[in-house]
Nanobody, 122 residues
Framework: QVQLVESGGGLVQAGGSLRLSCAASGRTFSTAAMGWFRQAPGKERQFVAAISWGGATMYYADSVKGRFTISRDNAKNAVYLQMNSLKPEDTAVYYC???????????????WGQGTQVSVSS
């Protein structure tokens, strides 16, 4: 059984930083691609970042390039999202997801966490 649990969300002022963590269960974590998505109220779920099983390939949404960094630690079954220079428009519920290949498409991810709220005040 695969479970994903996000943590690290909170309220931060514009320009601040947060680091999200996603703890994953399951023995095949090291062979899975992982992604971060977000959903703001009244909006569709949006791709944020993704990383391949070995960490060699990473994708970012244009809106977060240069500010967010995705990383993973396969020994700890964890994936992280370092978010710097946060903006009010980054406010959303952030979800981590696990899939078979690294992609920006949410339908390619089979397992999802419950999400963690990130709120950025102006």
């Amino acid at each position: 059984q695969v479970q994903l649990v996000e943590s690290g969300g909170g309220l931060v002022q514009a320009g601040g930083s947060l680091r999200l963590s996603c703890a994953a269960s399951g023995r095949t974590f090291s062979t899975a691609a992982m992604g971060w998505f977000r959903q703001a109220p009244g909006k569709e779920r949006q791709f944020v970042a993704a990383i391949s099983w070995g960490g060699a390939t990473m994708y970012y949404a244009d809106s977060v390039k240069g500010r967010f960094t995705i990383s993973r630690d396969n020994a700890k079954n964890a994936v992280y999202l370092q978010m710097n220079s946060l903006k009010p428009e980054d406010t959303a519920v952030y979800y981590c997801a696990r899939g078979g290949k690294v992609t920006t498409e949410p339908s390619e991810y089979n397992f999802w966490g419950q999400g963690t709220q990130v709120s950025v005040s102006s």
